[in-house]
């Protein structure tokens, strides 16, 4: 999909916040720092619409950007930065859940992973979640650029095997740095549309 209109609808914390257009949902979901509003913001084609910040754990509401009038991104806070304070980190998951579990229009969540590393105890608990609630994941590994292409298949597997991702389930490389990845990730988005 090339895009040529974003539109940031609002931050919402609550249901009844929730935008009511009806487009379908893809939700973004990410360890802090991992490179979740970098690959948004390739997706979208922005420099900056998603803010990319040094401060983990910054966006702590439900952000919704409205895409071509057909689809929103749904930027959810980052998951897993220990310095957030235990009030913040308390609200955070139940409305993150709140949102997974009730919205009618999420069609898969898109899990942000880093390629060099093995999926995190969080991005486990993660990806468990979607699927005891068998809500579709799209895995995401960016920063491939860091990585020696020779390797990546090598690092894809132990994502698939650290996760113990469902076979229908799809791990897509990403780098936001060199733009790579972005025809493969909006295919897979505008299959499920
Ligand atoms: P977020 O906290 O998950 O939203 O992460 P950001 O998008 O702010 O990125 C965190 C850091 O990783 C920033 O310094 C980015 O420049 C860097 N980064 C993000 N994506 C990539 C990538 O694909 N390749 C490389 N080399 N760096 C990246």
Not at 114 to 130: E, I, K, N, T
């Amino acid at each position: 999909m090339k895009v040529h209109n974003v539109e940031m609808i609002m931050s919402a914390v609550r249901p009844e916040q929730y935008p009511t257009e009806g487009f379908p949902e893809f939700a973004l979901a990410g360890r802090s720092n991992v490179g979740k509003s970098s690959f948004i913001n390739k997706m979208i084609g922005r420099k900056s619409l998603a803010r990319t910040s040094s401060k983990p754990g910054k966006t702590q509401t439900l952000n919704f950007y409205k895409i071509e009038e057909q689809l929103f991104f749904v930027d959810v806070p980052g998951y897993g930065y220990a310095k957030v304070s235990k009030s913040a980190r308390e609200t955070w998951g139940p409305m993150i859940e709140q949102y997974f579990i009730t919205s009618e229009k999420l069609r898969a969540v898109i899990q942000i992973v880093d390629l060099r590393h093995a999926p995190s105890v969080d991005d486990c608990a993660m990806y468990d979640f979607l699927n005891h609630y068998n809500i579709p994941a799209i895995v995401v590994a960016t920063k491939a650029d860091k990585i020696p292409k020779g390797k990546w298949d090598k690092h894809k597997k132990i994502v698939r095997e650290k996760l113990q991702m469902r076979k229908e389930d799809p791990l897509l490389i990403f780098s936001a740095e060199k733009g790579m990845g972005m025809d493969e990730a909006w295919a897979e988005i505008e299959s499920r549309m």
